[in-house]
């Protein structure tokens, strides 16, 4: 990329046009953009941004799996691929929306930056009216333009000075929002601009402004400056004016985009760096995406699923690998004798096959109920009236939804100064004179000690002499310029704000400083109307520098006395004062724990003789050409001697309110926290303390580099001291320059990689990266772990991203820090920072816009994390435990089924079915994730302590994921083994196929799921009630479309047609709806009171704790908010002083009494600027209506979102269109109910629960009771069973062999008599059983899917598709070469054994009536083809002859019945009916004709004479289940109430000592301490 030569700019006014357009430039716009997208590459962004989530790129991958086993011959895919893609395509389809409003808000932050307003002059035919002065966006302004800037705004671009309202164009400029320093920067305008301006003005009534304005036109030149670049130290250029040789510029002639204009009333500048080329913006890093901490440790936890499900696939692969042999013998499941081959080897494709059926193991829907509860969360954040700044109109907000969890994990907070601890505004509060203080600190604003200062001044003529000469001082010594604004109001012009402090609040105490001359300054002394004008003759200013730390001047008062009058730092001054013991010690003690700023006066009257001597040593030092500087401080010391101290001023630098509460609750919470800061080394100090980040009590290290000494040495020494400080229970603190830092960060090289101090290699406290830590880092980070506080001053905006990033990369475990700012100074560490924070201050909206969370205060800060980030973390976490845990109950159910399926890899539930498991459990653990509040905002806030659950990720680890698979294991065993003994009373009550099973199954998850998320849910409103409410709706509604409209079922599996409808109408399924979740509610609620009962949290530790009963006890309590942060130490240290004089004194040379003298009078009117605004207003007035233009300012600036009228504009001032939305549901204060698992509560839910389950047991064994079965077994091994826990009992079993011949042509006929055991009301059934029968395999499932036989028994037979629809040769084609009609491994293994029954006194057998055998849906849709009984095909009557009549062909009940699959290895199929009673002891003759080949498959076949029950079957293995476990639950209530007698823990007390990562609970009453136990157990 070729560099850019320097730019030439033109210096001249551009031409006014009609409409405003800007001139084309060929530089960019003077616009930022911190947004994401754009409309052209949000989707492939977006995109390639959530396929970085781990379970985004798993599912992709896992849908490609899919397709690829669907569709090719490389595996079995037995799971369609649209399945999961689609639940895909939906989960990131809204991720993306919330993504797209995300960036929409910074979309427009950035149009509310661009379209603030700027003052352009233009000119009309080359002359200057009110008219052409124009207000325009900062987005309009282009390279070239004049702009007029008013004191107090933001610079909106680089611009060159060209004329200033300060003496010779001087003007100052606040660059704290750039690198952090408070002291103003002195700047000045162009030279030759100001000569040739300064030629042209004229003494009239104008104001300076308006007359400089006019003389513009006569500028002509250019100016040329280097190209663009990012240095903010540095600048070169021109100025080629002409009639004037040309001037060089440099960094004193340019004043930078986002710096303040201060103590000046205006600048006019050219414009000569724009938008993305201006110094600012070229300093800012682009805002790279961030991904929470939290979702690092989603998508390990990841890792560990796709483990587990990896382990589940290999375990089924063996064994299918182990049985394969076996089952290719099963001639209905492989009639050719063999598998279909597939291309990968058989280990590694069938291990797909597995993997990709226990692909829900990872839940899909994590991210969607994540992006949703983020999205809640930023708008509770938001809404917060708390967090609302109602002076400012400026709520809190969350810029970056996904990070809402990582601010209940912070553990290292990075905050800037100024503008976010103090307001960087100075107030004189108390001052010591003569031995009295005066004043005091407290929220009224100004110096509130004159009333008393004055009394005493009136009372005692020493007092008042005293209090005079205490106030001359700061009257007369000082360099502040006095001018008028357009108002004739008087303004102070100050070069710090402590000056400027002090000469204001010495005038508020009548000696008022009105202006100065070229011989001196005039103080107006007195009250109206007895003012006195006192003009003092400066005859020698001694400016200040930081090495002398002091300021004189020597003054001759209107008495002709000489005096010289001096403040300074109070060590400085001791040693000048006549007499140390005048310095009031006690005072400046007492100041300095109030946290105020000392400043020390002086005086001394000055013999004549001496001032004459001295007075020719300071002009030969101010003449000199070398070592001026040196000479004049030289001349300076040798007559600032013997003062007479004449008292002491406060200052306070004003803190944001409630800085020092929140810092202390920051601590308590455990966080710690760097100060990062551009001030020096002693103005961070006195930070420290006034903010209360340091305390006295503290031991506080200060690292620096010193001359001649390392480094390395300085920090070992520094290890040594925080060590025995952190012994001794002292808390540490270390302060750190930006010098030292400099050093500690810099490369090492391969020579002193070598010599690195073992030592620090091995620290645990870090893991070092020898490429990118510096050569000093590792041993500066073990003692900065050490340290509660770290203070880094003189740092620059890059070094501040450095520290971050030194915390971030290298501290194990890897913390989350959060960096916290309000200046573009700051960007670059809060975009480092995995959570950044801006304070929407007076700075500019560049931190805000980079930051993830904006708030109005610092003080929102300790809400922002101690309330909404300890309950979004617990939120956060406890639907990610939610979420992984129902998936892991699925997924281990399909695991059970694939032991009951032959290993194959069938699902247990249909594809659509299963696939909407996600979406139906989404919304009542969303309502979890959106309303939950352990414990109250109150009493998070005033027990810090509890945010250490997210602080050490006590809520989502390791052992909560562990413990979450043991529960999923759990439940998912409770289902399968109730679901396995139902299942013989569903099969007999017809609803013992695949789909009616599944779906059943399916259904009682889906309940026990919503009751998991109810259990987990401590916080009830009507919100969470309507939510459980929504997911069974949900449920009921996808039942509906899927199932009951014949559209849907038909296109994705037409037998699920009207299941639900078949599942609800049976009775073992409501047994069952009951008992899963009763079962589930015991175990959950009784592990849940062992856990708190013998490792209790320090939440429920709390709650106890807030018994008032157990209060008056004595039992401990948390610290509360009234503790100090700080541990006492047995020696402490005395308290420091703090200077302020040398806080913000703006940098550049000193500058001399000349430079000072009177300011134009009027050169504080801004008229023009006014009156163009006015202008403006009243031109969008007659725009109106239509107006869609926004126009925005910073400040005090005229802003109009849409333009009514100037009247319009000031009423709106007193509306807050920002203000948070009040409702109860905003503000998180819906009425709700807390459950908490108490004692009592779990004895009666144990006993409840047990009498249920007792109650269904009896109620199921009753009803059972009038089951009657008479089975008779015919093949295979006596008795067995495949399937375990299945109520096989008859009451009468006859084993009869009759083994059938190999051919399904032929048959053998079999007859046995038996006696019936008890009276049989009809209908009796005739069911014919076959154990094990894999009707449940893959293959077989699928033979009567869409895609297979279904079109042919709806009546679609095409020979030209039917290779596609019947695979298998042998199921397709007969042995006599015809084709089979239906075809299919299901339709060709019809059941054709035929059954006679007659009463032995009877002739003839009794009628069986095949009526009503199937499912009266599956026969109204079934149907035989237009060419049915044609020759070439062999039909379904001609295959079973003796079963199936031609009439009926694929309508015969048996069949239809037939063809919907068994759900699991034990088949039962109806046979018939009898109408007829069977009575007790009556002998009946079954004549057998079994034809159905299974001999070779040890296949029992059994014929079984039944009489249902009301339940279906007998029922006794479950009902004496559910006594049985009715019983255990009732054992638990006196188990509970044992533990309560015997050997209860004490309320409000942990049970043990000392458990591992538990800390210690401060108690304020008591000096025993008490433990927390580790959170959740």
Same mark, same amino acid.
């Given at each position: 990329?070729?560099?850019?030569?320097?730019?030439?700019?033109?210096?001249?006014?551009?031409?006014?046009?009609?409409?405003?357009?800007?001139?084309?430039?060929?530089?960019?716009?003077?616009?930022?953009t911190?947004?994401?997208?754009?409309?052209?590459?949000?989707?492939?962004?977006n995109?390639?941004?959530?396929?970085?989530?781990?379970?985004?790129?798993?599912?992709?991958?896992?849908?490609?799996?899919?397709?690829?086993?669907?569709?090719?011959?490389?595996?079995?895919?037995?799971?369609?691929?649209?399945?999961?893609?689609?639940?895909?395509?939906?989960?990131?389809?809204?991720?993306?929306?919330?993504?797209?409003?995300?960036?929409?808000?910074?979309?427009?932050a950035?149009?509310?930056?661009?379209?603030?307003?700027?003052?352009?002059?233009e000119?009309?035919?080359?002359?200057?009216?009110?008219?052409?002065?124009?207000?325009?966006q900062?987005?309009?302004?282009?390279?070239?333009?004049?702009?007029?800037?008013?004191?107090?705004?933001?610079?909106?671009?680089?611009?060159?000075p060209?004329?200033?309202?300060?003496?010779?164009?001087?003007?100052?400029?606040?660059?704290?929002?750039?690198d952090?320093?408070?002291?103003?920067?002195?700047?000045?305008?162009?030279s030759?601009?100001?000569?040739?301006?300064?030629?042209?003005?004229?003494?009239?009534?104008?104001?300076?402004?308006?007359?400089?304005?006019?003389c513009?036109?006569?500028?002509?030149?250019?100016?040329?400056?280097?190209?663009?670049?990012?240095?903010?130290?540095?600048?070169?250029?021109?100025?080629?004016?002409?009639?004037?040789p040309?001037e060089?510029?440099?960094?004193?002639?340019?004043?930078?985009?986002?710096?303040?204009?201060?103590?000046?009333?205006?600048?006019?500048?050219?414009?000569?760096?724009?938008?993305?080329?201006?110094?600012?913006?070229?300093?800012s890093?682009?805002?790279?995406?961030?991904?929470?901490?939290l979702?690092?440790?989603?998508n390990?936890?990841?890792?560990?699923?796709?483990?587990?499900?990896?382990l589940?696939?290999?375990?089924?692969?063996?064994?299918?690998?182990a049985?394969?042999?076996?089952?290719?013998?099963?001639?209905?499941?492989?009639?050719?004798?063999?598998?279909?081959?597939?291309?990968?080897?058989?280990?590694?494709?069938?291990w797909?096959?597995?993997?990709?059926?226990?692909?829900?193991?990872?839940?899909?829907?994590?991210?969607?109920?994540?992006?949703?509860?983020?999205?809640?969360?930023?708008?509770?954040?938001?809404?917060?009236l708390?967090?609302?700044?109602?002076?400012?109109?400026?709520?809190?907000?969350?810029?970056?939804?996904?990070?809402g969890?990582?601010?209940?994990?912070?553990?290292?907070i990075?905050?800037?100064k100024?503008?976010?601890?103090?307001?960087?505004?100075?107030?004189l509060?108390?001052?010591?004179?003569?031995?009295?203080?005066?004043? @005091?600190?407290?929220?009224?604003r100004?110096? /509130? =000690?004159?009333?008393? *200062?004055?009394?005493? $001044?009136?009372r005692? %003529?020493? !007092?008042?002499?005293?209090?005079?000469?205490?106030?001359?001082?700061?009257?007369?010594?000082h360099?502040?310029?006095?001018?008028?604004?357009q108002?004739?109001?008087?303004?102070?012009?100050?070069?710090?704000?402590d000056?400027?402090?002090?000469?204001?609040?010495?005038?508020?105490?009548?000696?008022?400083?009105?202006?100065?001359?070229?011989?001196?300054?005039?103080?107006?002394?007195?009250?109206?109307?007895?003012?006195?004008a006192?003009?003092?003759t400066?005859?020698?200013?001694?400016?200040?520098?930081s090495?002398?730390?002091?300021?004189?001047?020597?003054?001759r008062?209107?008495?002709?006395?000489?005096?010289?009058?001096?403040?300074?730092?109070?060590?400085?001054?001791?040693?000048?004062?006549?007499?140390?013991?005048?310095?009031?010690? @006690?005072?400046?003690?007492?100041?300095?724990? /109030? =946290?105020?700023?000392? *400043?020390?006066?002086g $005086?001394?009257?000055? %013999?004549? !003789?001496?001032?004459?001597?001295?007075?020719?040593?300071?002009?030969?030092?101010?003449?000199?050409?070398?070592?001026?500087?040196?000479?004049?401080?030289?001349?300076?010391?040798?007559i600032?001697?013997?003062?007479e101290?004449?008292?002491?001023?406060?200052?306070?630098?004003?803190?944001?309110?409630?800085v020092?509460?929140?810092?202390?609750?920051?601590?308590?919470?455990?966080?710690?926290l760097?100060?990062l800061?551009?001030?020096?080394?002693?103005?961070?100090?006195?930070?420290?303390?006034?903010?209360?980040?340091?305390?006295?009590?503290?031991?506080?290290l200060?690292?620096?580099?010193?001359?001649?000494?390392?480094?390395?040495?300085?920090?070992?020494?520094?290890?040594?001291?925080?060590?025995?400080?952190?012994?001794?229970?002292?808390?540490?603190?270390?302060?750190?320059?930006?010098?030292?830092?400099?050093?500690?960060?810099c490369?090492?090289?391969?020579s002193?990689?070598?010599?690195r101090?073992?030592?620090a290699?091995?620290?645990?406290?870090?893991?070092?990266?020898?490429?990118?830590?510096?050569?000093?880092?590792?041993?500066?980070?073990?003692?900065?772990?050490?340290?509660?506080?770290?203070?880094?001053?003189?740092v620059s905006?890059?070094?501040?991203?450095?520290?971050v990033?030194?915390?971030?990369?290298?501290?194990?475990?890897?913390?989350?820090?959060?960096?916290?700012?309000?200046?573009?100074?700051?960007?670059?560490?809060?975009?480092?920072?995995?959570?950044?924070?801006g304070?929407?201050?007076?700075?500019?909206?560049?931190?805000?816009?980079?930051?993830?969370?904006?708030?109005?205060?610092?003080?929102?800060l300790?809400?922002?994390?101690?309330?909404?980030?300890?309950w979004?973390?617990?939120?956060?976490?406890?639907?990610?435990?939610?979420?992984?845990?129902?998936?892991?109950?699925?997924?281990?159910?399909?695991?059970?089924?694939?032991?009951?399926?032959?290993?194959?890899?069938?699902?247990?539930?249909?594809d659509?079915?299963?696939?909407?498991?996600?979406?139906?459990?989404a919304?009542?653990?969303?309502?979890?994730?959106?309303?939950?509040?352990?414990?109250?905002?109150?009493?998070?806030l005033?027990?810090?302590?509890?945010?250490?659950?997210?602080?050490?990720?006590?809520?989502?680890?390791?052992?909560?994921?562990?413990?979450?698979?043991?529960?999923?294991?759990?439940?998912?065993?409770?289902i399968?083994?109730?679901?396995?003994?139902?299942?013989?009373?569903?099969?007999?009550?017809?609803?013992?196929?695949?789909?009616?099973?599944?779906?059943t199954?399916?259904?009682?998850?889906?309940?026990?799921?919503?009751?998991?998320?109810?259990?987990?849910?401590?916080?009830?409103?009507r919100?969470?009630?309507?939510?459980?409410?929504?997911?069974?709706?949900?449920?009921?509604?996808?039942?509906?479309?899927?199932?009951?409209?014949?559209?849907?079922?038909?296109?994705?599996?037409?037998?699920?047609?009207?299941?639900?409808?078949?599942?609800?109408?049976?009775?073992?399924?409501?047994?069952?709806?009951?008992?899963?979740?009763?079962?589930?509610?015991?175990?959950?609620?009784?592990?849940?009171?062992?856990?708190?009962?013998?490792?209790?949290?320090?939440?429920?530790?709390?709650?106890?704790?807030?018994?008032?009963?157990?209060?008056?006890?004595?039992?401990?309590?948390?610290?509360?908010?009234g503790?100090?942060?700080?541990?006492?130490?047995?020696?402490?240290?005395?308290?420091?002083?703090?200077?302020?004089?040398?806080?913000?004194?703006?940098?550049?040379?000193?500058?001399?009494?000349?430079?000072?003298?009177?300011?134009?009078a009027?050169?504080?009117?801004?008229?023009?600027?006014?009156?163009?605004?006015?202008?403006?207003?009243?031109?969008?007035?007659?725009?109106?209506?239509?107006?869609?233009?926004?126009?925005?300012?910073?400040?005090d600036?005229?802003?109009?979102?849409?333009?009514?009228?100037?009247?319009?504009?000031?009423?709106?001032?007193?509306c807050?269109?920002?203000?948070?939305?009040?409702?109860?549901?905003?503000?998180?204060?819906?009425?709700?109910?807390?459950?908490?698992?108490?004692?009592?509560?779990?004895?009666?839910?144990?006993?409840?629960?047990?009498?249920?389950?007792?109650?269904?047991?009896?109620?199921?064994?009753?009803?059972?009771?009038?089951?009657?079965?008479?089975?008779?077994?015919?093949?295979?091994?006596?008795?067995?069973?495949?399937?375990?826990?299945?109520?096989?009992?008859?009451?009468?079993?006859?084993?009869?062999?009759?083994?059938?011949?190999?051919?399904?042509?032929?048959?053998k006929?079999?007859?046995?008599?038996?006696e019936i055991?008890?009276?049989?009301?009809?209908?009796?059934?005739?069911?014919?059983?076959?154990d094990?029968?894999?009707?449940?395999?893959?293959?077989?499932?699928?033979?009567g899917?869409?895609?297979?036989?279904?079109?042919?028994?709806?009546?679609?037979?095409?020979?030209?598709?039917?290779?596609?629809?019947?695979?298998?040769?042998?199921?397709?084609v007969?042995?006599?070469?015809?084709?089979?009609?239906?075809?299919?491994?299901a339709?060709?293994?019809?059941?054709?054994?035929?059954?006679?029954?007659?009463?032995?006194?009877?002739?003839?057998?009794l009628?069986?009536?095949?009526?009503?055998?199937?499912?009266r849906?599956?026969?109204?849709?079934?149907?035989?083809?237009?060419?049915?009984?044609?020759?070439?095909?062999?039909?379904?009557?001609e295959r079973?002859?003796?079963?199936?009549?031609r009439?009926?062909?694929?309508?015969?009940?048996?069949?239809?019945?037939?063809?919907?699959?068994?759900?699991?290895?034990?088949?039962?199929?109806?046979?018939?009916?009898l109408?007829?009673?069977?009575?007790?002891?009556?002998?009946?003759?079954?004549?057998?004709?079994?034809?159905?080949?299974?001999?070779?498959?040890?296949?029992?076949?059994?014929?079984?004479?039944?009489?249902?029950?009301a339940?279906?079957?007998?029922?006794?293995?479950?009902?004496?289940?559910?006594?049985?476990?009715?019983?255990?639950?009732?054992?638990?209530?006196?188990?509970v109430?044992?533990?309560?007698?015997?050997?209860?823990?004490?309320?409000?007390?942990?049970?043990?000592?000392?458990?591992?990562?538990?800390?210690?609970?401060?108690?304020?009453?008591?000096?025993?301490?008490?433990?927390?136990?580790?959170?959740?157990?």
């Amino acid at each position: 990329m070729e560099k850019e030569p320097p730019r030439e700019i033109k210096i001249g006014v551009r031409e006014c046009t009609d409409h405003g357009e800007a001139s084309p430039s060929r530089y960019p716009a003077n616009t930022i953009t911190t947004s994401k997208y754009t409309v052209a590459n949000f989707v492939p962004k977006n995109i390639f941004e959530q396929l970085h989530k781990a379970a985004n790129s798993y599912f992709l991958f896992i849908s490609v799996t899919m397709f690829i086993g669907n569709y090719t011959p490389l595996f079995h895919g037995f799971i369609k691929f649209y399945s999961t893609f689609a639940a895909l395509v939906v989960m990131m389809t809204a991720s993306a929306v919330f993504a797209a409003l995300d960036d929409k808000r910074r979309h427009e932050a950035d149009r509310k930056t661009n379209s603030q307003i700027a003052v352009r002059v233009e000119a009309r035919k080359g002359k200057i009216s009110p008219d052409t002065i124009k207000i325009v966006q900062w987005a309009d302004i282009t390279v070239g333009d004049i702009l007029i800037v008013e004191g107090e705004k933001e610079l909106p671009a680089d611009v060159v000075p060209l004329a200033a309202s300060g003496e010779e164009g001087s003007c100052y400029v606040s660059t704290a929002n750039l690198d952090g320093e408070t002291n103003l920067k002195l700047k000045q305008s162009v030279s030759c601009t100001v000569k040739s301006i300064s030629g042209g003005l004229e003494a009239s009534g104008e104001p300076l402004l308006t007359q400089v304005t006019h003389c513009l036109p006569r500028l002509s030149g250019k100016v040329i400056v280097e190209a663009p670049r990012e240095s903010i130290h540095s600048f070169k250029g021109s100025v080629c004016l002409d009639g004037f040789p040309e001037e060089a510029l440099d960094l004193k002639q340019l004043l930078l985009r986002g710096t303040l204009l201060k103590n000046t009333a205006w600048v006019i500048g050219l414009v000569v760096y724009t938008g993305p080329q201006t110094r600012m913006i070229m300093n800012s890093s682009k805002a790279e995406a961030k991904f929470a901490n939290l979702e690092t440790v989603i998508n390990r936890s990841m890792l560990v699923v796709v483990g587990a499900q990896c382990l589940m696939a290999l375990i089924s692969d063996v064994l299918y690998l182990a049985t394969k042999e076996t089952f290719l013998s099963y001639w209905y499941l492989f009639p050719d004798g063999r598998d279909e081959g597939i291309v990968l080897p058989e280990f590694i494709g069938y291990w797909l096959t597995f993997f990709v059926l226990y692909s829900n193991l990872m839940p899909i829907s994590l991210y969607f109920t994540m992006e949703v509860c983020n999205a809640a969360q930023a708008y509770f954040i938001k809404h917060d009236l708390e967090m609302y700044d109602a002076e400012m109109d400026c709520p809190a907000n969350a810029r970056s939804t996904n990070l809402g969890h990582e601010l209940g994990q912070v553990s290292y907070i990075f905050s800037d100064k100024t503008g976010t601890l103090t307001q960087n505004v100075m107030e004189l509060k108390r001052a010591s004179i003569a031995g009295q203080i005066f004043g @005091d600190v407290g929220e009224e604003r100004g110096f /509130q =000690g004159g009333t008393p *200062l004055e009394a005493a $001044r009136q009372r005692d %003529p020493g !007092q008042r002499a005293a209090i005079d000469a205490f106030l001359e001082v700061l009257a007369v010594s000082h360099t502040v310029v006095a001018t008028r604004d357009q108002s004739g109001a008087l303004r102070y012009e100050a070069e710090s704000p402590d000056e400027g402090a002090l000469v204001d609040a010495v005038a508020e105490l009548g000696w008022r400083f009105t202006g100065r001359t070229m011989q001196g300054l005039t103080v107006e002394v007195g009250t109206t109307p007895q003012v006195q004008a006192h003009t003092y003759t400066i005859l020698a200013l001694n400016a200040f520098t930081s090495a002398r730390k002091r300021q004189s001047v020597v003054v001759r008062r209107p008495s002709g006395e000489l005096m010289l009058l001096v403040k300074g730092a109070d060590d400085i001054m001791q040693k000048l004062g006549r007499d140390p013991r005048e310095l009031p010690e @006690d005072h400046l003690q007492a100041f300095a724990k /109030q =946290g105020l700023r000392t *400043l020390v006066l002086g $005086r001394r009257v000055l %013999p004549e !003789q001496e001032f004459v001597a001295w007075h020719a040593d300071f002009v030969r030092a101010q003449t000199a050409i070398t070592d001026r500087e040196a000479l004049l401080a030289q001349a300076a010391a040798s007559i600032e001697r013997q003062l007479e101290i004449v008292g002491v001023t406060a200052i306070e630098d004003k803190l944001q309110v409630g800085v020092e509460d929140t810092i202390v609750k920051v601590r308590q919470a455990g966080i710690n926290l760097w100060v990062l800061t551009g001030d020096k080394l002693e103005t961070a100090r006195n930070i420290g303390f006034s903010t209360r980040v340091l305390s006295p009590e503290m031991e506080i290290l200060t690292l620096d580099v010193r001359p001649g000494g390392s480094l390395q040495e300085s920090i070992h020494e520094l290890g040594d001291k925080s060590l025995k400080a952190m012994n001794s229970g002292q808390v540490v603190a270390m302060i750190v320059t930006g010098r030292a830092l400099e050093e500690i960060m810099c490369l090492p090289t391969e020579s002193e990689k070598e010599t690195r101090d073992p030592a620090a290699k091995n620290s645990s406290y870090f893991c070092e990266e020898e490429r990118t830590m510096g050569i000093h880092e590792a041993e500066f980070l073990e003692v900065g772990m050490r340290c509660s506080v770290v203070i880094a001053c003189r740092v620059s905006p890059l070094q501040k991203a450095e520290l971050v990033r030194m915390v971030r990369k290298n501290v194990r475990p890897s913390p989350v820090t959060l960096a916290i700012g309000d200046g573009a100074n700051d960007v670059p560490m809060i975009q480092e920072a995995q959570v950044g924070v801006g304070i929407s201050g007076k700075e500019g909206r560049q931190a805000v816009n980079a930051a993830d969370f904006s708030i109005a205060q610092f003080r929102y800060l300790q809400r922002l994390l101690l309330v909404h980030g300890r309950w979004n973390y617990r939120r956060t976490c406890k639907f990610t435990i939610y979420s992984f845990w129902k998936n892991a109950v699925l997924v281990l159910l399909m695991f059970y089924y694939t032991f009951l399926s032959g290993f194959a890899g069938q699902s247990l539930f249909e594809d659509m079915v299963r696939a909407s498991y996600n979406f139906v459990l989404a919304v009542p653990i969303i309502a979890t994730g959106i309303f939950e509040q352990d414990v109250s905002a109150k009493e998070v806030l005033e027990n810090p302590h509890l945010y250490e659950t997210g602080r050490l990720g006590l809520d989502l680890n390791a052992t909560k994921l562990v413990e979450m698979l043991l529960s999923a294991l759990v439940h998912s065993g409770v289902i399968a083994a109730v679901m396995v003994m139902a299942y013989r009373d569903m099969d007999l009550s017809g609803v013992g196929d695949y789909y009616t099973f599944g779906t059943t199954v399916f259904t009682v998850m889906v309940i026990a799921m919503n009751y998991r998320a109810a259990f987990v849910t401590k916080t009830w409103n009507r919100l969470t009630l309507v939510a459980q409410a929504f997911s069974f709706l949900i449920y009921i509604l996808f039942l509906l479309v899927y199932s009951f409209i014949p559209a849907v079922s038909n296109v994705f599996q037409p037998w699920m047609y009207f299941v639900p409808w078949d599942m609800l109408r049976t009775p073992i399924f409501w047994i069952c709806v009951v008992t899963v979740p009763a079962l589930a509610i015991i175990i959950d609620v009784f592990k849940a009171h062992m856990l708190s009962e013998f490792y209790p949290d320090r939440t429920e530790l709390l709650k106890e704790r807030k018994d008032p009963s157990l209060q008056a006890n004595g039992s401990p309590t948390l610290q509360s908010n009234g503790s100090s942060p700080f541990p006492q130490s047995n020696g402490t240290p005395p308290l420091e002083r703090m200077t302020s004089f040398d806080f913000a004194h703006p940098e550049g040379d000193p500058r001399q009494h000349s430079q000072f003298e009177r300011a134009n009078a009027s050169a504080g009117d801004t008229s023009l600027v006014d009156g163009a605004r006015r202008c403006h207003a009243l031109r969008a007035d007659r725009r109106r209506p239509g107006q869609s233009r926004e126009w925005h300012a910073v400040g005090d600036d005229f802003s109009s979102e849409d333009v009514e009228s100037t009247d319009t504009s000031i009423s709106e001032q007193h509306c807050q269109p920002n203000a948070p939305d009040q409702s109860p549901f905003a503000q998180q204060k819906l009425r709700n109910l807390q459950i908490e698992w108490s004692a009592k509560m779990v004895i009666a839910v144990s006993t409840i629960v047990g009498c249920l389950l007792i109650s269904l047991g009896l109620l199921l064994l009753s009803l059972g009771s009038e089951f009657s079965e008479v089975r008779v077994q015919y093949s295979g091994k006596k008795g067995g069973g495949a399937v375990p826990l299945i109520d096989s009992a008859a009451d009468k079993f006859v084993f009869a062999p009759c083994e059938e011949s190999s051919q399904v042509s032929m048959s053998k006929t079999c007859s046995v008599s038996l006696e019936i055991p008890r009276d049989m009301k009809p209908p009796i059934m005739l069911f014919s059983t076959l154990d094990p029968f894999y009707q449940n395999f893959p293959p077989y499932v699928m033979s009567g899917g869409t895609s297979h036989a279904w079109p042919q028994l709806t009546g679609d037979f095409a020979l030209g598709s039917i290779d596609k629809q019947c695979p298998e040769l042998a199921s397709r084609v007969a042995p006599n070469g015809e084709t089979m009609f239906p075809c299919g491994l299901a339709a060709t293994s019809f059941f054709n054994d035929t059954f006679q029954l007659r009463r032995a006194a009877d002739s003839e057998d009794l009628e069986i009536s095949n009526a009503g055998i199937a499912n009266r849906y599956d026969v109204e849709r079934m149907a035989n083809p237009h060419n049915y009984g044609a020759t070439g095909v062999e039909w379904l009557f001609e295959r079973y002859p003796d079963v199936v009549r031609r009439s009926e062909g694929a309508t015969n009940q048996r069949f239809v019945d037939w063809m919907r699959p068994a759900a699991l290895p034990m088949v039962m199929k109806k046979m018939g009916s009898l109408n007829v009673s069977l009575r007790k002891d009556e002998t009946l003759k079954v004549t057998i004709h079994s034809r159905f080949p299974v001999s070779h498959l040890n296949v029992s076949k059994a014929v079984s004479i039944i009489a249902l029950s009301a339940v279906g079957g007998r029922g006794s293995v479950f009902g004496n289940f559910l006594v049985l476990a009715g019983g255990v639950c009732l054992a638990i209530a006196p188990l509970v109430l044992g533990i309560e007698f015997v050997c209860k823990r004490k309320r409000g007390d942990a049970r043990f000592r000392r458990i591992l990562r538990r800390e210690r609970v401060s108690d304020d009453s008591d000096e025993d301490s008490t433990t927390s136990s580790e959170e959740g157990g």
